[in-house]
């Protein structure tokens, strides 16, 4: 495992909530960050700060300066969050733009912010959707009608190009809803009432600093070629056993295994292979009967 003591990162996105928590986290472990992010929000921690947007060639060509690795975060984060033109494009761009240029300077390693979006349903055009079989895992396959996740799945052919071309190793981490866990006991609660709302996420969740602690290890870890995964915490966020809120709600999706008490149907194998993830901040939720007629 490589330290990052010493080491210049960029990160992009840096006043956001996962790039917030992200910078004070690598500053603490040692590493030089640079913050690409919004002036007038400065992470803690961050050692330089460089304003600007991830898809012009000139603004990351100075964030770029001096990077001997990058965490690529900054992303209009969901589909709503511009129009389907704005959320593609800038997501998109900004991603070929960052990995391709840190590639012809040297960077040698990246962390990229995918989503569990990158499969299609959870923002889909079918509110009814439900995954083509569970655990979510590695391999399923993407059934996309929807700006944003069309970019993230995208992106992971930008990081898969940018290694062939280059040798980058690239972490493209698959996020669930990520959040403090102040946020995640307040999804929790709705879900509880409508577990069917949940289930293309999986009912998975990721605390925001357990995100940053993934993205630390997707810099550190030995792996090497572009890898994309799925990480969350090991249970999910409603209160039923999973097996049994599935006979509930979705009877009719293939599941190929079962499921102990509350454990998350993602398949979270390659997280721990490749960068030794595992989450630290569970919700802590009793486990409960599933009340007849639930939805
Ligand atoms: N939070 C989640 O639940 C979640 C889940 C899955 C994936 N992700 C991904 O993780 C990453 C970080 O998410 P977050 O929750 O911190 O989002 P956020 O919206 O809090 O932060 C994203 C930051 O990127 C910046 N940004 C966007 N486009 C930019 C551009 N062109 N130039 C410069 N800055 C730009 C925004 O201003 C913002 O500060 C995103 O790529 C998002 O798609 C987040």
């Known amino acids: 495992m490589t330290g990052l003591r010493g080491a210049r990162v960029l990160v992009t996105g840096a006043s956001g909530r996962i790039g917030s928590v992200a910078t004070a986290r690598l500053a603490d472990r040692g590493a030089l960050v640079t913050a690409m992010c919004d002036l007038r929000s400065v992470p803690d921690g961050a050692d330089r700060a460089v304003g600007g947007d991830t898809a012009s060639f000139d603004d990351v060509a100075r964030a770029l300066e001096g990077a001997e690795l990058v965490v690529h975060l900054a992303a209009l984060a969901h589909r709503d969050a511009g129009t389907p033109y704005d959320v593609y494009t800038n997501n998109v761009v900004s991603t070929f733009n960052v990995l391709t240029q840190a590639a012809e300077r040297g960077v040698r390693r990246a962390v990229v912010a995918g989503s569990i979006n990158r499969y299609g349903l959870p923002q889909g055009v079918d509110a009814d959707a439900l995954p083509p079989y569970l655990p979510i895992d590695t391999d399923m396959p993407a059934d996309v009608s929807d700006w944003y996740s069309l970019s993230k799945l995208n992106d992971e052919n930008t990081c898969r190009m ?134």
Do not use: C, K
């Open 162 to 295: 940018v290694w062939r071309r280059w040798g980058v190793d690239i972490v493209t981490l698959r996020f669930p809803h990520v959040n403090t866990m102040a946020a995640i006991e307040a999804q929790s609660a709705e879900l509880t009432e409508h577990p069917r709302r949940g289930v293309t996420e999986a009912w998975a969740y990721l605390d925001v600093r357990d995100a940053a602690r993934a993205i630390e290890l997707g810099l550190t870890s030995p792996s090497r070629g572009a890898n994309a995964f799925y990480l969350a915490a090991p249970t999910t966020s409603i209160p039923y056993r999973t097996d049994e809120v599935l006979d509930a709600i979705a009877p009719e999706v293939p599941r190929r295994r079962r499921f102990v008490e509350r454990e998350v149907p993602m398949d979270l194998t390659d997280a721990r292979r490749l960068i030794g993830f595992e989450a630290e901040h569970v919700l802590d939720r009793q486990v409960r009967d599933v009340p007849a007629g639930i939805r």
